[in-house]
């Protein structure tokens, strides 16, 4: 069963700065991307980062320039730079791999969830 596995969330102030790592465990076989949500108390969640296997990156407008999305297709791993913290992003962030099953549907995993929080 694929399970991938957040890291790197706590408690930071505004203008600090954090590194989230996600690992995901188990055999996987054709991941088509690998990157990042983050779902607040009463709201959706929402894309904050994404690549794919070919390094094709997609950011969230709200943190373009800000957080930087980086992956080790070999390991299995995806990294999100996250600098210049606001409060509004304080969320349960969650690391998402896709890929397709063997019929070519896309398939999502999601990790538990990392908290980030960020006040003063």
């Known amino acids: 069963q694929v399970q991938p596995v957040e890291s790197g969330g706590g408690l930071v102030q505004p203008g600090g700065s954090l590194r989230l790592s996600c690992a995901a465990a188990?055999?996987?076989?054709?991941?088509?991307?690998m990157g990042w949500y983050r779902q607040a108390p009463g709201k959706q969640r929402e894309l904050v980062a994404a690549?794919?296997?070919?390094?094709?990156?997609n950011y969230a407008d709200s943190v373009k320039g800000r957080f930087t999305i980086s992956r080790d297709n070999a390991k299995n791993t995806v990294d999100l730079q996250m600098n210049d913290l606001k409060p509004e992003g304080t969320a349960l962030y969650y690391c998402?791999?896709?890929?397709?099953?063997?019929?070519?549907?896309?398939?999502?995993?999601w990790g538990q969830g990392t908290q980030v929080t960020v006040s003063s």
């Open positions: 998402n791999l896709r890929k397709r099953n063997r019929y070519a549907a896309i398939v999502d995993y």
């Open positions: 188990g055999s996987i076989f054709s991941i088509n991307a």
């Open positions: 690549m794919t296997s070919g390094g094709t990156t």
